[in-house]
């Protein structure tokens, strides 16, 4: 039997984002139950546990993909599954980075923002390469670069969307310390203008102050 | 609104037709399915003329359904459906958008072959123009429905073969609607009457096929 230890709970009054309850069922059996976290802008929550104890799949309920068995999701006081408001301002970055080995990393990230109703300009998504550190790979197809390189130009998404909510799965993976220590930076400027961001990692996430951590399993 | 959708098309077509292989296999299928018809039932004209709607139009079929089982295969592998589904338009118009970039990629190949297949096989004048046009309104009924079989198939070991299973049966009534009404034009018969029929099925297809192709990538995501 799984159980959850909520450290995550805090704040007075409505939160931005509000877990109540969740249960999530896979395969006839319970992953967790009795989640139920709350997070206001500026915080992260980092969700920690063994391999299996559901990580991912309560990354996908908060998202709508997965339906919890149990439990609702509040975003802004509404529930997610009754108002879409909060897919429109959230930002899902898997562990399947769904990135195009056909397409340029430059055009990956013109088809992710047009999928979501963005507009940039080519600059602004050349310069945003260039910072994730893909500069003279912009028109490589992803199938020739490393999977450092493919994950970085998928976490490229998140610096040029205005979305609030960051929800990362294993963003670290792949990543060498340099953008390991880049991810945190960016995270921490995300939270410092009022982003909320939940992940998930093997390793811990140093130099957050505003974090909570929510242990499944 | 807009916009997103014309995002996905666009990137769809431009994957299918870069990728290229996709293409040039349905179209290659195509044209030897058609050709295995007068190597086996021989070469006499009169026979292969009757022959000719319904060998083009099994063979469109059998091409259509060849590819289907990619269209959201590629997508569901990489991450990129959860995306999809995170999109701010409804998932059916989506899948929408999947399947007529579907179609103008390896559909629309099929419809502008099929007078030069057709002639081949012996028809002639409007029999010409109604075996293309029958194509065009027919085949995107096979997409939609192939759509709903990609979806439900999705994930599934060996999915290709089951897809085909369940949607050849509903392949029926277009392949019926589309061979008849180039038979209907050799015999001088009234073609108009099946286009008619087509055009509903058509037009009962595309609001209905993607409601069920959203509601199974729904299941297959969860």
Redesign the interface.
Known sequence: MLQSMDTATGGIGEAVLDARDLCCRRGGKDLFSGVGFRLDPGSLLFVRGQNGCGKTTLL?TL?????PARGAIHWRGRRIDQD?AA??E?L?V??????????TPLENL???A????E?HDEAAREDVLVRVGLAGYEDVPVRFLSQGQRRRSALARLLLSPATLWILDEPYNALDRGAVGWLTGVMRDHLAHGGMVVATSHQPIEGIRDQRTLELG | MGRALWTLLRRDVSLIVTRRQDVLTVVAFFVIVITLFPLAVGPEPEILRELAPGAVWVAAALASLLSLDRLFADDWRDGTLEQLALVPQPLALVALAKVLAHWLALGLPLVLLSPMLGYSLGLRGAELLVLPASLALGTPVLGLLGGIGAALTLGVRGGGALMALLILPLFVPVLILGSGAVSQVMHGGDFLSHFYLLGALLAVAVPLAPLAVAAALRIALD
């Open positions: 996908r998202c709508g993909l997965t339906r879409d897919t429109r959230l899902y898997g562990h399947r980075e769904a990135v195009k080995d056909e397409l013109e088809v992710h047009g999928l979501r109703g507009r």
